[in-house]
DNA sequence: TATGAATGAGGTTTCATTCAT
DNA sequence: TATGAATGAAACCTCATTCAT
């Protein structure tokens, strides 16, 4: 479920190059937060990260590997924090606290998200896959937990349906990171989260009966 | 309506500024698309747009400068082409018309926007403002589009709803193109705006209900 | 007749690329000679040629760029030198004469020939096959001059025979400048010249001789 | 008659010295054959030879003291081999069987020939003159043998007229290896070693006819 | 106004060597 | 004695910008 793509270190100890590409990621991504990837230099990384330039290539081959790294973990961070969202109940509150629950993560992580979202195209043709696998991974989850809650209500919905309401919901959570500046000038998390969830209830009751009535208006 | 940062040029005609400029874009913007703002080179613009890279520097004064005029004129384009939206009747036709034609400007653009978005980032805190003010214009026309479409059904809504609503439009026609690997394989973008305006029409009722019955359900 | 390998210039005017190359290829063979290739940087290459590392790469792509540029100017100015020799009168006169005065220019071009003899197997798979031609016909040359001599004498000497003698004559010269320490402490290069020609001229006898006996003694 | 160059070990064991440099001088010379010393890293060096980086510092000092190992090695092998050339009889057929003793190990030498011949100037000032030695002293067998040949024919040569014809022996069998490109497609080295024992009696026999006539021709 | 040669700061990466374990 | 992680000087090369023509 957790396939990496493999970034060579040279050091072997394997908890080694963990602990120290972690303090690799996060300098790097505070530093991405200000300048973003171009503009930061490699030994800006490795001072950050607390090491010297030679250490620093001691555990990736070149600077894009660290974006890789930097990206695949801000992708299981937020999976991690998703992992006990419970997407088989199938309930009206599930659903809630699901959606409520990825928009508080998003909000917490907004940074890391910005970054991802902004740099991920400076990813090789090879790295890019990976990452885009996770949020494939992550759109599922919003798949399932809305088919279950459709199911629950004794709905059947098409495919398309299903995965353009994840899809929404998913881009709806990086929004409110990506465009702070238009939206958290005029709602608190809690208005937004609130606010979409609304919308997205009403879609689904708008398919539902659309799909009763047997489709256009 | 249409400020403008100034970049300066060393060349007094301003008519071959104009000129020189439209080709330095559009050359800049083929490359953009390719390789991104900080992979091309000024002399690549350069070549791309006919002339030298000396003749380039005439015409601006830094890198930075040419990704300004890349973002202004892509906003622009945008615009221009969604000027004769009908923002005033507010039937449901003028709606679903306005958010239709959006979307297939945004199909048409896709590569412009993408690159608009992921490097409108580099631009300096200095060039920022003038295109988030542009974005935010554009926002302006669908709360007027929905505005008024509210209106003629004799309701009221809350700026925060109609506001979201408006954003919501406008980063689903973003997403179209940034997340084309998504989406284009699944929807034509016929049936994308089709289910979109479908959700969005949904929403706007539960607003209106939401409105009626006093709040919260 | 003199094939040369492209190396890319981004400067376009060519009489200044032939300029500044010279200017280079001055400045690196001073530097290779003293401390090699490998430990000769492209910084010095540039100070020692006047002008700045910029520039240095206006005019080559790589560093092995002017490994190229250097053996391969190497051995058109000992080709220049070589012109007018005369390979077709075929006396005793000018097959001396010819060997004198490639020892002679090998004398004054030790230096150069020994950089090129320590530093060839540096170059690129690619570029080797230029300058090796360059030294399969200096060989050439010396057959020429040997087999007009041979067959004044009205004699009839094998391939194989002929192009040993000719290779012998052309690593002579070298050793004269490669194993100096042993040789030049030893010999005036007069002495030297006389010396080798002295056993040119008894081989060449010694193979007319077994050609008329009819091979093995 | 071995002198060595004392080359620093932190290790005290001799025995384990020897051992642990051997391995180092086998990885060594399979690697400069491949890509030269200077592309060849020190930790390529300590990995082909089976132990690690700081193991390997344990028995040098720098770099180039492999390289030093590395070719007093080879020479120490070529003299091992010549050992048991009879350099007194003085008959043709000790002569004759000594070049063909000697070109015969060049063969089978011949890349550590070439790599000591590419490379040896990149010994230190320090290391070199220990390597000629070794190089002189090789030459100094082809003069004996030459010496004794002459001598047993009743002849006196200048020391002058022996130096040269060991010297081209020497390097006669050196180009064997290091102009293979040229003389393997032409020549077996039985083939190869017939020519030049033709052209070396010829020569000797020419120097014994300008002896008896006293002089130039 | 147009050109393009010149510049050099600064980028990424390598690798000989050290030293704590 | 053996290890291999850490170091940082220094290598090659790029590219935004300038300026003389």
Known sequence: MDEKREVHASVKDERLVEKRRNEMIRGAVTLFKQKGFHRTTTREIAKAAGFSIGTLYEYIRTKE?????????????????????????????????????????????????????????????????????????????????????????????????????????????????????????????KEYTKLQTELLLEGIRGFENSARTGGDR
Chains 1, 2, 3, 4 share one sequence.
């Open 65 to 189: 590997d660290i974006l890789y790294l930097v990206c695949d973990s801000i992708y299981d961070e937020v999976r991690l924090e998703l992992e006990d969202m419970d997407l088989e109940r199938g309930t009206l509150e599930s659903l809630t606290l699901g959606v409520a629950h990825y928009f508080q993560v998003m909000d917490r992580m907004q940074d890391e998200v910005l970054v991802m979202y902004q740099e991920a195209k400076s990813l090789s043709k090879d790295a890019l896959p990976y990452v885009l696998k996770k949020e494939f991974e992550m759109v599922a989850m919003f798949e399932k937990l809305i088919q279950r809650y459709v199911e629950n209500r004794e709905h059947q919905f098409q495919e398309s349906q299903i995965h353009l309401l994840a899809q929404n919901i998913f881009v709806q959570g990086q929004m409110w990171g990506f465009r702070r500046w238009a939206l958290q000038k005029k709602y608190s998390i």
